[in-house]
């Protein structure tokens, strides 16, 4: 299997939240960095943060320092993206990504292995 699943976008007014999840069958996350992306239409798509197998290394795109959260709870095989203060800016599909690591720093220019099938998060008055 080796599947990630993303849940909890949606639609939410400008200032608002939403909290993403990520969760993996098949196999186990705790061996694992995990990584959010996103994507708009027309537009790269872009490292928005990871965070290291055991969770202790985390990092964030400049765009969303301040407001987003990522967190894992390998006990539910899950990572999260908690994100606050939403701008339209933030408008995208957001994808979760995995790649074997067991030690060391996680790192957004990096190949993932692992893709999920994405979630859309629309930031809209």
């Known amino acids: 299997q080796l599947q990630l699943v993303e849940s909890g976008g949606g639609l939410v007014q400008p200032g608002g939240s939403l909290r993403l999840s990520c969760t993996a069958s098949?196999?186990?996350?705790?061996?694992?960095?995990i990584g959010w992306f996103r994507q708009a239409p027309g537009k790269e798509r872009e490292g928005v943060s990871c965070?290291?197998?055991?969770?202790?290394?985390?990092d964030y795109a400049d765009s969303v320092k301040g407001r987003f959260t990522i967190s894992r709870d390998n006990a539910k095989n899950t990572v999260y993206l908690r994100m606050d203060s939403l701008k339209p800016e933030d408008t995208a599909v957001y994808y979760c990504?995995?790649?074997?690591?067991?030690?060391?720093?996680?790192?957004?220019?990096?190949?993932?292995?692992?893709w999920g099938q994405g979630t859309q998060v629309t930031v809209s008055s």
């Open positions: 990504a995995a790649h074997l690591k067991l030690f060391g720093l996680c790192q957004l220019e990096r190949a993932y292995n692992y």
């Open positions: 098949g196999f186990t996350l705790e061996s694992y960095t």
């Open positions: 965070i290291s197998s055991s969770g202790s290394s985390t």
